[in-house]
């Protein structure tokens, strides 16, 4: 027998966790459509038993909708089954999760284009074109 | 004084942009056991955050401590280096030795006086200076020259925070906590055997967000992540309650993953994070892997009796509420839990 393999419990999955917390998104939803006001729940600071987050990932299902971000690490930005609720895993260069959250909005913040990039991307952009002879400015023009 | 650079500085010269800025700003609040919707008020704060110079001493200890930090996922270690901290001194991680090492801790207390963080790992031994010494300064020495200039110490392991192994019965080096003998400058204690690295990064973490130390409990330990205790926050919980315990390691109790009170768990006494912020990358923890929480984040956790012995029949209490508690499994359980914290706040009096 393999000594380095894994140990993995019998314990069959639910403790009751995920049910609660499906109620909170759905009074979270409820936030939303009423006064527009969005919702982070950070999965960190929840006791899930083993397999319960997988369970509440399975509850929540796939949407239409999934990103990936490259900063800092990689993450996953996907709205689940039900529109309006998002599920987004952040990890560390290393390829760590450092950060699991449900997101309940319309359209996460880190999606959005930020200001400061945008600023600086404009500033880039200028220099490129200010600083490029006429093979750039012919490519640009295609 | 030198200029110091702003987190946001450095970030923006290392191309990092607003996204990759407000995931780190997620994972800082979510370290610091923060709600969410403080990101935007940790970016701000972060962003004018300038490092601060850190001098992590080592004293009777097994670098079990720093094995821990090395491990820490979020941030990693040398993203926290470059990054969040200056590490100005640290004689297992550093490059230098003898006196240029010293000579590199010399400097950083003067660069940065009164402004750099104290980090102690280990036990300081007042029965013989020669018992652990650096450079040949005793331990004693390094630690009182050192905080002399510090904002704050930062005890990380059970060792710096009480005395850990090296003050276990009958303690032949005579070895004190940090707290034990600083007592002119801030203290907190980062227990455990060894502590959660995103503990230790979280205190940190803190002091650079915010300029200033967490709340610490009547132990020294920061709340956000000592204010609860692991029985609290256990996923085998609902099991106490219901009176389903094992009985042994291999019996049927312990593979449906019962409650393991009766083979000696200490988590109803025991404070800290484990069953949240989980280890190795958020795995698991010990009770997730099977065994019993042996309450090493606690003060003297070495000399309360044995390990595998129930709190009920340890030096934890007298034995008969949490004993009934045990066995009956009904809602005695925190009661029976307060009267152990009780006797745990008493043993530390006592110690």
Not at chain 1, 62 to 80: F, N, P, Q
Not at chain 2, 315 to 342: H, M, Y
Request: aromatic content about 8%; some cysteine; charged content about 20%.
């Amino acid at each position: 027998m393999n000594s380095q393999k894994p140990v993995r419990s019998a314990i069959p999955y639910s403790r009751g966790n995920v049910k609660p917390l499906l109620n909170e998104i759905i009074h979270a939803l409820d936030r939303l459509l009423d006064d527009d006001e969005p919702t982070a729940i950070d999965l960190a600071s929840l006791p899930f038993a083993p397999g319960e987050l997988e369970e509440l990932e399975r509850a929540l299902g796939h949407g239409e909708l999934k990103a990936e971000l490259d900063a800092l690490g990689k993450s996953v930005i996907r709205e689940t089954a039900y529109p309006g609720v998002w599920w987004l895993e952040h990890r560390n260069t290393a390829g760590e999760i450092v950060g699991r959250y449900i997101e309940i909005t319309r359209t996460p913040e880190i999606l959005m284009s930020q200001d400061a990039d945008i600023g600086a991307g404009r500033a880039r952009l200028r220099d490129s074109f200010d600083n490029s002879g006429p093979e750039f400015n012919k490519e640009a023009g295609k | 004084m030198k200029t110091i650079p702003t987190l946001g500085d450095i970030l923006q010269a290392q191309g990092v942009s607003r996204r990759g800025f407000m995931k780190y700003c997620a994972a800082t609040a979510s370290l610091l056991a923060l709600p969410p919707a403080m990101v935007p008020r940790i970016a701000n704060a972060l962003e004018q955050a300038r490092r601060p110079s850190v001098i992590w001493l080592s004293f009777q200890e097994c670098t079990g401590c720093t094995e821990s930090l090395t491990r820490s996922s979020s941030p990693t270690l040398e993203g926290l280096i470059f990054d969040s901290i200056s590490l100005d001194y640290h004689h297992t991680l550093q490059a230098a030795s003898g006196d240029a090492a010293e000579a590199a801790r010399h400097a950083a207390m003067e660069e940065n006086m009164g402004q750099y963080l104290v980090l102690v790992d280990g036990s300081i031994p007042m029965g013989n200076p020669g018992f652990s010494t650096i450079a040949g300064i005793s331990n004693y020495d390094m630690l009182m020259e050192t905080v002399e200039g510090a904002a704050a110490v930062v005890a990380i392991g059970s060792c710096a925070a009480f005395g850990g192994i090296p003050g276990a019965n009958p303690n032949p080096t005579g070895a004190v906590s940090v707290q034990d003998l600083v007592k002119d400058k801030p203290v907190v204690n980062v227990p455990g055997c060894p502590p959660i690295p995103m503990v230790i990064t979280a205190v940190l973490a803190q002091f650079l967000t915010f300029g200033q130390l967490p709340e610490l409990d009547i132990h020294g330990r920061p709340m956000a992540f000592f204010g609860q205790t692991i029985h609290d926050r256990c996923y085998r919980r609902p099991f106490y309650e219901q009176g389903k315990f094992a009985e042994t390691f291999d019996d049927e109790g312990a593979r449906k993953g019962w409650c393991l009170f009766k083979l000696g768990c200490k988590g109803p006494i025991t404070y800290n994070a484990c069953a949240t912020v989980k280890w190795n990358a958020g795995t698991s923890f010990p009770i997730e892997s099977g065994h019993p929480c042996l309450g090493c984040s606690e003060p003297g956790f070495w000399d309360k009796g044995g390990f595998y012995a129930p709190l009920s029949t340890g030096k934890f209490d007298s034995g008969e509420k949490l004993a009934g508690a045990a066995v009956a499994g009904v809602a005695l359980g925190a009661a029976a839990a307060v009267a152990g914290r009780r006797r745990q706040a008493k043993y530390t009096k006592e110690a």
